[in-house]
């Protein structure tokens, strides 16, 4: 009996330690992203929003808000920042989000794309910086095993303008590993004490 009482305690333990860590995982094709979001995600292409653009955002169970200290701007093909050299940040307001993912780069004043260098910071502390040679290769996705938050865009430059498309919000539709590891654990426990008991 006490080997069963140890074995909860470590089960406990080893509970408490996997829900402290979130793995969270970065894909560069939009396709490897998707195959990995369960259905159900919100996708927003930003296309024909006016210049004064909205700042919030909501889509099946999915919300967000998109905060720059000027302001936002719609150039009808995509958002961005209203001022250049300005962070970008996508607050994911509906609490549920594990999974985001769309084409992050900057443009100049004329919305031209710029090949310049793009940092992203989850609210995990997850970072990743990148450089696009277009629009197209702009793409960069995560899904975690923990609520996201929020995506930091940081100011690319000067005269330059943080911009999104094609942004996806959902939820991951992989099991966490750590959940597989906890439900392993826990049919072990209660096979060593049916045992024990037999």
Do not use: C, K, W
């Not at 509970?15 to 990995?36: E, K, P, R």
């Not at 093909?77 to 970008?88: A, D, K, Q, V």
């Not at 498309?165 to 004490?193: F, H, I, K, M, R």
């Amino acid at each position: 009996m006490q080997t069963v009482q140890r074995f909860a305690l470590a089960l406990g333990f080893a509970a408490l330690s996997a829900s402290s860590f979130a793995a969270t995982t970065t894909y560069t094709s939009s396709a490897s992203f998707l195959a990995n979001v369960a259905p159900g995600a919100y996708l927003n292409n930003f296309d024909g929003l006016p210049a004064e653009a909205p700042d919030t955002f909501a889509g099946g169970a999915f919300g967000y808000s998109l905060i720059a200290n000027g302001g936002v701007y719609g150039s009808g093909e995509f958002i961005g920042t209203s001022l250049p050299n300005e962070s970008l940040t996508i607050s994911f307001t509906t609490g549920n989000v594990s999974a985001v993912g769309g084409n992050f780069y900057a443009t100049n004043i004329s919305d031209v794309f710029q090949a310049v260098s793009i940092t992203l910071t989850l609210s995990d502390a997850t970072t990743v910086t990148f450089t696009p040679a277009s629009v197209l290769n702009s793409f960069r996705g995560f899904t975690s095993t923990a609520t996201i938050a929020s995506l930091t865009i940081s100011g690319p430059g000067a005269s330059l303008y943080a911009g999104i498309d094609n942004l996806t919000v959902g939820v991951t539709a992989v099991p966490e590993p750590t959940s597989a590891v906890l439900l392993a654990l826990g049919v072990a426990g209660l096979l060593v004490a049916r045992r024990r008991r037999a």
